[in-house]
């Protein structure tokens, strides 16, 4: 596996553990709908967050956050759609960011509740 394949999975590992220490149940991770991926679904208290781990080295040059892209947003929104569907579920839905920065002292964790809203579609 390439090592930003690695990065990535580590860093989906440490959220989860955050996540968990911090009060949320982990549903899933890594959900597939088609080609599209859900990195953790969680629940905190009665609402579904859905949340995009974006991990660096501490060397990254674009802010992971801005690797979060309207298009990015879309396909999340509509996985997460697909999921709620499936799971046949009446929660309302938060979409989080965490950002995981592996560093040479382990990983620093930032959680960016409401990262963004689902798109209205025109």
Not at 42 to 54: G, I, T
Request: proline share 2%; charged share 30%; no cysteine.
């Amino acid at each position: 596996m390439a090592e930003h394949n690695e990065t990535g999975k580590e860093g989906e590992q440490e959220a989860s553990a955050w996540l968990k220490k911090n009060g949320f149940s982990i549903l899933q991770t890594n959900w597939r709908w088609h080609h599209y991926e859900l990195d953790i679904i969680a629940m905190q208290e009665n609402e579904l967050v859905v949340v995009e781990v974006k991990t660096r080295s501490a060397n990254y040059l674009l802010p992971p956050e801005k690797a979060v892209t309207k298009a990015k947003i879309k396909r999340i929104v509509s996985a997460t759609d697909a999921y709620i569907r499936f799971h046949n579920l009446d929660v309302d839905v938060r979409f989080d960011v965490i950002i995981v920065i592996k560093g040479k002292n382990g990983h620093q964790i930032d959680h960016i509740e409401d990262a963004f809203y689902a798109p209205i579609n025109r």
